[in-house]
């Protein structure tokens, strides 16, 4: 037989080659959707200046990013640049986009553990912030949103900051940078530190106190993501997370 024939050794089929990639490509792509979520938020504010036939300057840009709707049209314009970004990054490994991201529904129970952790270290970080003396939300946000309200924006900054944000940074950070690292050296458990790193960079308009917060929420996203194998169950989490803030702001806080 020609198994045992060493002129005609058995046929071994290569190994397909990993359709994930691996730490550098998974940081280098997840810099070009980073700044493809960047291109999205500034083309929609580039797009009203023009919209409004104002100069096109520094000056112009920054006036209109601070108007409550422009900000919101910003953040919703950042979601269909990211999910075109890792779209892409996913095809050129020809995997699937649902496997990469596991874009799983979480069971009841699931859903039910990872809004009771939520619960915990948020109530932690508010019992934290009254014993110093500490506004729970950033001031800057507070403005934001009260006077979005009182513009009409209040839907338009609800849905940027509930589903549009949520979406997009949990598909860059639980999702695409998640499953490259931690199928590298740093497996699971530095993955979700280093994800949620990112993640917290995302947010530096804040302080140093409110960073530690968002870094320790990451924490347990990155956590339940693990757990669960599913993302969806973190971009549910988060915009809860998000929403509640919102609503709390914008109608029911002094």
């Not at 979601?79 to 529904?105: C, G, M, N, R």
């Amino acid at each position: 037989m020609d198994s045992l024939n060493p002129d005609h050794p058995p046929f071994t089929e290569m190994p397909a080659p990993p359709r994930v990639w691996n730490f550098w490509g998974t940081a280098l792509w997840g810099l070009f959707v980073f700044v493809a979520m960047f291109v999205g938020q500034v083309g929609a504010i580039l797009v009203l200046i023009a919209m409004r036939g104002v100069p096109l300057d520094m000056g112009s840009i920054q006036s209109v990013g601070r108007e409550p709707q422009a900000l919101a049209l910003s953040v919703i314009m950042g979601l269909p640049a990211t999910l075109a970004a890792v779209w892409l990054a996913i095809h050129i490994k020809k995997a699937s986009f649902v496997e990469y991201l596991a874009l799983h529904w979480p069971t009841w129970r699931q859903l039910l553990l990872g809004a009771a952790g939520l619960i915990v270290v948020v109530m932690a970080w508010e019992v934290a912030s009254r014993s110093l003396g500490r506004e729970a939300t950033p001031g800057f946000m507070t403005d934001l949103l009260k006077s979005g309200r009182d513009k009409g924006a209040a839907l338009l900054l609800l849905f940027a900051f509930s589903v549009a944000a949520p979406m997009s940074e949990e598909v860059l950070a639980r999702g695409f940078l998640f499953r490259g690292w931690s199928a590298s050296f740093l497996r699971v458990p530095g993955a979700i530190i280093l994800s949620s790193l990112v993640w917290t960079a995302v947010h530096l308009q804040y302080d140093f106190y409110f960073l530690a917060e968002v870094f320790s929420i990451g924490l347990w996203f990155g956590y339940m993501r693990h757990r669960a194998n599913s993302l969806w169950l973190t971009i549910v989490l988060h915009a809860l997370n998000n929403m509640t803030a919102v609503v709390l702001t914008m109608w029911l806080g002094e």
